[in-house]
């Protein structure tokens, strides 16, 4: 079964808005959750990752905000741009994120910032 | 660093044909993965290697795929014989099995099954 469940499936934002992608786990294990930016053609690309021991981590306009209570995690694009146009996924995993504790993905969602 | 090298980027082949995809990681990355994307089924996990040996291949969908990784600098996925439904966009990625460095994607395979 998917171990990470993302919403909404596809995003469509007007130049300067805000991008929220929401994700959902049900494994009390994981213990890394990051996200992945994905361009046409292109593999997908490690955008911020966040554990659960903060509630919210900030990279330039992206932020992640964590609920270890709810089991979910969201990333803000603020000021979204239309270079943002991509699909961006997820992820969770055990294990502090090392290979010893796979990455699991959600579905993906794309995001559209039309200028 | 010229980053995870993956070939052909687009391969397109005949029904019941073999189909090898290659793999060159980041050098120092001790762990690979091959990954499948598709519209339907999103990113999925087919096998993943630490230090070239085969951990985890319970996503390997038949056995007609099969992986190999003879060194850590290379590794191949297998499909023999091709099927339509095998199309799609195959990822290989590297990472160090310890700290969190993230995976690196390749650009990918684009297979069509005609």
């Known amino acids: 079964q998917q171990q990470v469940k993302q919403s909404p499936q596809s995003l469509i934002v007007q130049k300067g808005g805000i991008s929220i992608i929401n994700c959902a786990y049900e494994?009390?294990?994981?213990?890394?959750f990051p996200w992945y930016q994905q361009f046409p053609g292109k593999g997908p690309a490690l955008l911020i990752a966040?554990?659960?021991?903060?509630s919210e981590k900030k990279e330039g306009r992206f932020t992640i905000s964590f609920n270890k209570s709810a089991k979910q995690f969201s990333l803000h694009i603020m000021d979204s741009q239309p270079g943002d146009s991509a699909t961006y996924f997820c992820?969770?995993?055990?294990?502090?994120?090392?290979?010893?504790?796979?990455?699991?993905f959600g579905r993906g969602t794309q995001l559209t910032v039309w200028p | 660093d010229a980053g995870v090298i993956q070939s052909p980027r687009h391969e397109v082949t005949e029904m019941g044909q073999e189909v090898t995809l290659r793999c060159k990681p980041i050098?120092?990355?001790?762990?690979l993965f091959w990954y499948r994307q598709t519209m339907m089924r999103g990113l999925e996990l087919l096998i993943y290697?630490?230090?070239?040996?085969?951990?985890?291949d319970s996503g390997m969908p038949e056995d007609r795929f099969s992986a190999k990784m003879p060194n850590a600098s290379f590794s191949t996925l297998k499909i023999q014989p091709s099927e339509p439904r095998d199309s799609a966009v195959y990822f290989c990625?590297?990472?160090?099995?310890?700290?969190?460095?993230?995976?690196?994607f390749g650009s990918g395979t684009r297979l069509t099954v005609v």
């Open positions: 290697f630490n230090n070239n040996v085969p951990i985890d």
């Open positions: 990625a590297s990472s160090r099995i310890q700290g969190t460095y993230g995976y690196t």
């Open positions: 992820a969770a995993s055990k294990d502090g994120g090392s290979t010893l504790g796979r990455l699991y």
């Open positions: 494994n009390t294990a994981f213990d890394y």
């Open positions: 966040i554990r659960p021991d903060v």
């Open positions: 050098s120092g990355h001790n762990s």
